[in-house]
């Protein structure tokens, strides 16, 4: 079992940056691949970015490539998710999910994970 919370969305203006943070409980948190997920009102959740548990696999959606970028710290069992140049169509619910997967491996479909956090919002404002 996995338990996911993350941390350190807000309110920011657009052009401005934001990190944030899952952190995952267990022991086991190296073995699993990561992923970020957001959901705007009215939107279905969408994909951001994935990790898989052996650091230096990564994958992004198109409209981020050069804006976010996902990392992990197996050590501190936590995952982040560095937004730059961040703009109003930006402004969702940030989700990070959790499932268990070979080493290389990452997932971008919400199926695809077993585990979610609650969720952090992030506002952007024109």
């Known amino acids: 079992q996995v338990q996911l919370v993350e941390s350190g969305g807000g309110l920011v203006q657009a052009g401005g940056s934001l990190r944030l943070s899952c952190a995952a409980s267990g022991r086991t948190f190296s073995s699993y691949a990561m992923g970020w997920f957001r959901q705007a009102p009215g939107k279905e959740r969408e994909f951001i970015a994935a990790i898989s548990w052996s650091v230096g696999s990564t994958y992004y959606a198109d409209y981020v490539k050069g804006r976010f970028t996902i990392s992990r710290d197996n050590a501190k069992n936590t995952v982040y998710l560095q937004m730059n140049s961040l703009k109003p169509e930006d402004t969702a619910v940030y989700y990070c999910?959790?499932?268990?997967?070979?080493?290389?491996?990452?997932?971008?479909?919400?199926?695809?994970?077993?585990?979610w956090g609650q969720g952090t919002q992030v506002t952007v404002s024109s």
């Open positions: 999910a959790a499932r268990k997967a070979k080493s290389g491996s990452y997932y971008y479909r919400t199926y695809e994970y077993n585990y």
